[in-house]
């Protein structure tokens, strides 16, 4: 079944406005160094290439860096370049200028030469409050993207398989579960090695993440090798829920980022989307219920087509479809939650750039309005833009189930 995702939008009468705060959105997050910054996005300097559309500094040692130090003063706008591609505006979010701490809206602003104009203000340190909100809609997209992705590794692909097959009465046997066993002892470990070293590199979560994900694919892979074993995973997954919710996820990060110091974006990425990997699962599971019970798929059965068949043609894509709703919304949670620890002083590190820091830094001088009302307006765009696609694609899902009910 194809997933239309706009037209599902355009049948509902809202696709001039969803769209073009799904564009804003998209070009926020991957293009936000062509749209504001003091370092070029492409240049050409004596006769030697850099790109700085990904990266932020330098990383080889060439003449850009040398002359940068030696010439410009760290100064990209001194230098004579054979070509250059400069973003839209020249405020960078990062640059500290505490001769204009707390400077209101559309102020100009003079500095090595360069007038810059200081459209949403500047904080308690002088930084741009414009590029700020350009950027901490980039972190905060990403952020919660990357956290609904690993809700989705860890809540959705385990639960729908096992539901599917505890719905279906099949056994697993004893590789099986030994390779689940293996998955969450490595799991445990990494959750273990967090708590105790404060933190984790990036490549060093990735491999554990895909450690995991190969010990559940074998799990899948070798269920019907050797004995088969009679356990209700699929009820200790209700179980767990019923105590994981009994508190409120809050409290859980709040533990959390306690524990660990400075934690990077993927880091609270991480930490969210395991968070909010079990109110994926409960959805899934209800959601991988009802497809089991489904006349189609009770006739695939009978007929003979493999688990693996059914799951990957029939149940994935149809429980995937359902979950798109919970997943906007999620967006919606995510970001909201971030934006509030880091409002209350937790989360990433200081340095990083945040919406909710923003928000933080306001209450240290409370006349600075425009640290409340800008950043405000970025995390209700987010939130409203993910809520009206969740909205849109309930209704839609709901039609779709009437009129399903009435043919």
């Not at 990383?59 to 230098?79: C, R, T, Y």
């Not at 960078?92 to 030469?113: M, R, V």
């Not at 414009?130 to 809540?155: E, K, P, R, V």
């Not at 980022?257 to 994926?280: D, V």
Request: hydrophobic letters at 50%.
């Amino acid at each position: 079944m194809k997933i239309n995702f706009f037209n599902s939008i355009r049948s509902q009468g809202f696709n001039n406005s969803i769209i073009f705060s799904v564009i804003v959105l998209f070009v926020c997050s991957f293009f936000a160094r062509c749209i504001t910054g003091s370092r070029p996005i492409l240049c050409k300097y004596k006769s030697e290439y850099y790109s700085f559309f990904f990266a932020s500094s330098i990383k080889n040692k060439g003449l850009l860096k040398q002359d940068l130090q030696l010439i410009a003063n760290n100064n990209f706008h001194k230098l004579d370049y054979d070509f250059v591609i400069w973003p839209i505006f020249s405020n960078d979010p990062y640059e500290l200028n505490l001769s204009h701490a707390w400077t209101k809206p559309f102020t100009i602003i003079e500095k090595d030469g360069l007038k810059k104009n200081l459209y949403f203000g500047s904080n308690d340190v002088g930084r741009d409050i414009f590029s700020g909100c350009i950027y901490g809609l980039q972190n905060g997209m990403i952020l919660s993207l990357f956290a609904i992705f690993i809700s989705l590794l860890f809540g959705f692909i385990p639960t729908v398989i096992l539901s599917y097959l505890h719905s279906i009465d099949r056994k697993y046997s004893l590789i099986s579960w030994i390779f689940i066993f293996l998955a969450a002892l490595v799991f445990a470990y990494t959750l273990a090695f967090i708590l105790e070293f404060k933190t984790i590199s990036t490549p060093a979560l990735i491999y554990c993440v895909c450690i995991i994900l190969l010990l559940n694919f074998l799990a899948f892979r070798y269920r019907n090798k050797g004995r088969n074993l009679n356990f209700t995973f699929d009820r200790f997954i209700l179980y767990f829920l019923i105590l994981f919710q009994s508190i409120p996820l809050l409290i859980y990060f709040l533990v959390l980022s306690q524990i660990i110091i400075k934690p990077n974006i993927i880091m609270i990425g991480f930490m969210i989307g395991i968070l909010y990997a079990p109110i994926i699962m409960k959805y899934t599971r209800y959601f991988t219920w009802n497809r089991s019970q489904e006349n189609f798929i009770q006739s695939k059965i009978a007929l003979g087509f493999s688990d693996s068949n059914i799951l990957r043609t029939c149940i994935i894509p149809n429980v995937l479809k359902d979950l798109f709703p919970i997943l906007a919304f999620g967006i919606c949670n995510i970001v909201l939650l971030e934006a509030s620890l880091r409002f209350l002083g937790l989360g990433m590190a200081i340095e990083e750039i945040s919406l909710g820091a923003f928000l933080h830094q306001s209450r240290s001088f409370p006349q600075a309005w425009w640290l409340i009302i800008f950043p405000g307006l970025c995390i209700y765009f987010i939130t409203y833009t993910f809520y009206r696609i969740g909205e849109i694609l309930s209704q839609d899902l709901n039609l779709q189930s009437m009129n399903s009910i009435e043919n």
